[in-house]
């Protein structure tokens, strides 16, 4: 007994030295649903975001919805980490102050940010909204560093079209789309400009009402996911197939048993891990807490996908690995209830 507890605070000793060291051992765990606790071990604030990776650094931007935030002010989030677990606290890398004028309830969502290596700025586009979400316009902020001193440049409708819920895409070759939800036409999947600071081309408008939409390419297949339009409420999410970014989709699948409302949880990005051992990816969705905010939790599983095939696991803790690539469901199933006998 006493071997035992003398071991588990051996490891537990080497587990918090790791970390403090911002080296952490592998593979590391994720909780979905949780609270998830940054390096000071604050919930993360970084809702409806998105991943951006540099050298080996990953940066999660999102919706920073603390508590303690002055209500004149949006904020967005920035948390770094080498293995996607164990995330370090950045000062917001934006505060801003109502841009155009929208009147008090004005809302900045969906923050996502692309580096420009061309020119070496790293572009921040978010939902820009007044308080009855009929602005619908893109925001653009940009910065010479990755978690910081980002400044308001413009506000646009991207192609001149309604712009709600976005999603970011970068392909395997480096090209940049903006994904945007236009109420009346659809499911934009548009090219950035060269610079990245303005929006080009539709690549592809998919006829379908979707938010929270997100683009993965794996193995040969492209595959879009989206969320339909039920304000903070979950639904079943979808996704469809295409061999080209242009289409065409496949019809739209549940990613998920419909009547689990994807375990509560919106789509916000597909984000791909490569490793030598193996390609993960992994579906990052918000669970919203529209009253409490600031608590709003993440749902990130890694997805089975292949062949055509998307389908979201059910929620369990889970492990990655992001020098291999591995990720491995560690929870057990809850035993199925004992079936009741028979009157
Ligand atoms: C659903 C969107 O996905 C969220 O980002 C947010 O805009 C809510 N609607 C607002 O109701």
């Not at 919706?63 to 293995?83: A, F, I, K, T």
């Not at 390419?217 to 197939?241: F, M, R, V």
């Not at 970014?245 to 689990?260: M, N, R, T, V």
């Not at 993440?298 to 998307?310: A, N, Q, R, T």
Request: net charge neutral; aromatic share 12%; proline share 7%.
């Amino acid at each position: 007994m006493m071997r035992h507890l003398f071991a588990l605070c051996a490891l537990a000793a080497v587990g918090a030295l790791a970390c403090a060291a911002g080296v952490s051992a592998k593979p590391q765990t994720i909780h979905p649903g949780e609270l998830w606790p940054d390096d000071r071990g604050n919930h993360v604030q970084a809702h409806g975001g998105g991943i951006l990776k540099q050298g080996k650094t990953y940066y999660w931007f999102g919706e920073y919805r603390s508590r303690d935030n002055d209500p004149n002010l949006r904020y967005v989030g920035c948390y770094s980490s080498q293995d996607l677990v164990h995330w370090k606290f950045h000062e917001p890398a934006l505060k801003l102050a109502d841009p155009e004028n929208l009147g008090e309830r004005w809302v900045l969502e969906r923050p996502k940010v692309f580096y420009n290596a061309r020119t070496k700025m790293y572009i921040m586009y978010f939902h820009l909204d007044s308080g009855n979400y009929s602005l619908a316009r893109v925001g653009i902020a940009t910065s010479k560093k990755a978690d910081r001193d980002y400044k308001y440049l413009k506000s646009f409708r991207p192609l001149g079209q309604i712009s709600r819920d976005i999603g970011q895409f970068v392909d395997d070759d480096g090209s940049a789309y903006l994904i945007f939800e236009d109420r009346p036409n659809g499911f934009h999947i548009a090219r950035l400009s060269d610079d990245y600071l303005t929006v080009e081309r539709d690549v592809c408008l998919i006829p379908m009402h979707m938010e929270g939409g997100a683009v993965v390419h794996y193995q040969g297949l492209y595959y879009a996911i989206g969320s339909a339009l039920t304000g903070w409420n979950p639904n079943p999410n979808k996704y469809a197939t295409a061999t080209s970014l242009a289409g065409p989709w496949s019809e739209f699948k549940d990613i998920a048993p419909p009547e689990a409302n994807t375990y509560g949880a919106q789509s916000t990005m597909m984000l791909k891990v490569v490793g030598p051992k193996a390609t993960t990816v992994i579906f990052m969705g918000d669970l919203w807490k529209p009253k409490t905010q600031w608590d709003s939790r993440y749902l990130w599983m890694p997805v089975e996908i292949g062949d055509g095939k998307l389908t979201l696991p059910s929620p369990h803790d889970w492990t990655l690995d992001v020098k291999t690539g591995e990720a491995e469901i560690v929870s057990a199933t809850p035993p199925a209830a004992p079936a009741a006998p028979s009157p």
